[in-house]
């Protein structure tokens, strides 16, 4: 298993930004993909942006496509989300997740997860 724990959530105005970052430790040989999702309140689990470890190949869901950027820093073993020019809409509860085997974006193609960290947007 992959242990993974976020942090950088916090409160900022619209249009602000904020840098998540995600370590990883445990069997990191057993990572393959590494991901962000965000969960709002009475809401579905819903993909944010993913990478293939090896490549540095990234992906994106439609809404959040030029204003988010997933990246990695292999010596650090550390997965960031930049979030610029955020919306009230962007407010979730962010985690970050990996998957030993597969490239998606379902939260079932993920087999580890991290605690979440809060984001929160006002207007």
């Known amino acids: 298993q992959v242990q993974l724990v976020e942090s950088g959530g916090g409160l900022v105005q619209a249009g602000g930004s904020l840098r998540l970052s995600c370590a990883a430790s445990?069997?990191?040989?057993?990572?393959?993909?590494m991901g962000w999702f965000r969960q709002a309140p009475g809401k579905e689990r819903e993909f944010v942006a993913g990478?293939?470890?090896?490549?540095?190949?990234?992906y994106y869901e439609d809404f959040v496509k030029g204003r988010f950027t997933i990246s990695r820093d292999n010596a650090k073993n550390t997965v960031y989300l930049q979030m610029n020019s955020l919306k009230p809409e962007d407010t979730a509860v962010y985690y970050c997740?990996?998957?030993?085997?597969?490239?998606?974006?379902?939260?079932?193609?993920?087999?580890?997860w991290g605690q979440g960290t809060q984001v929160t947007v006002s207007s």
């Open positions: 997740a990996a998957s030993d085997s597969y490239t998606g974006t379902r939260p079932t193609d993920f087999g580890s």
């Open positions: 445990g069997r990191t040989f057993s990572r393959f993909v």
């Open positions: 990478i293939r470890w090896s490549s540095g190949n990234t």
